[in-house]
């Protein structure tokens, strides 16, 4: 079945270094979206991307859709004990449009 | 911005008991809320769609009568673990979009969770 991919699985950082995930699909995605869920709370959306290559920026935070509008990547520059948690990508099922997550990334930030 | 609720946010109960949980679309009607579970360190894995007025539609592998759904009105879902057991402890968290479609594809603004705990 249609699968969501994300790698690293893990990631520790030394606080002011950059970080980069990445989410990879099996099928086109009509879109994808982004959530981050602190330790102990819950997702919260963080952004949708729909155009092939598109790029969004909040902050921070950079959010990149593939061409092929199979991939996205989320980097964060310069991160900050703020930034720890896990990222979420989900895109819709081809199928079904159920929303398919991925692992998700977990970030920790030594201050 | 959308905001939904989850009550209670935690429970402990034994082994044999039913736990209902509720979730609220605060500021909007939502036509579908999503049921996700997720255990310690893993992703979100839906379990069911609840729809207002029709029974819910349940992901395979996930026991109806196990897990009730109850969508009662535009703002409120319900699910119930019956007859609970150790291993369905874990974080229970709903989900809904504003937008009067439900589809899958839209944003989802998800609940605070409920973290279960069955001894």
């Known amino acids: 079945g249609q699968q969501v991919m994300q790698i690293p699985q893990y990631q520790h950082v030394q606080e002011g270094e950059d970080f980069t995930t990445y989410c990879n699909s099996s099928?086109?995605?009509?879109?994808i979206q982004w959530y981050k869920q602190r330790p102990g709370g819950h997702p919260v959306f963080l952004i949708q991307?729909?155009?092939?290559?598109e790029v969004k920026k909040q902050k921070r935070l950079t959010f990149q859709f593939g061409e092929a509008k199979k991939n996205s990547s989320l980097h964060i520059t310069a991160t900050q004990t703020t930034d720890v948690g896990t990222y979420f990508c989900?895109?819709?099922?081809?199928?079904?449009?159920?929303?398919?997550f991925g692992q998700g990334t977990t970030l920790q930030v030594k201050p | 911005g959308a905001v939904v609720s989850q009550h209670p946010s935690r429970v402990i109960c034994k082994s044999g008991t039913s736990v209902k949980i509720e979730c609220r679309s605060l500021?909007?009607?939502?036509?579908?809320m999503f049921w996700y579970r997720q255990f310690p360190k893993q992703s979100l894995m839906l379990m069911a769609t609840?729809?207002?007025?029709?029974?819910?539609?349940?992901e395979q592998g996930v026991e109806k009568d196990k897990f009730l759904i109850n969508h009662a009105s535009l703002t409120l879902s319900t699910l119930t673990v019956t007859s609970a057991h150790p291993e369905d402890s874990s974080f229970y968290i709903c989900?809904?979009?504003?937008?009067?479609?439900?589809?899958?594809?839209?944003?989802?603004?998800f609940g605070p969770g409920t973290r279960l705990t069955v001894l």
């Open positions: 989900s809904a979009s504003p937008s009067s479609g439900g589809a899958f594809t839209d944003t989802q603004y």
């Open positions: 099928t086109t995605l009509s879109n």
């Open positions: 991307l729909v155009k092939s290559g």
């Open positions: 989900a895109g819709p099922s081809s199928n079904t449009g159920k929303l398919i």
């Open positions: 500021d909007f009607q939502a036509t579908t």
């Open positions: 609840s729809n207002e007025g029709s029974k819910a539609t349940y």
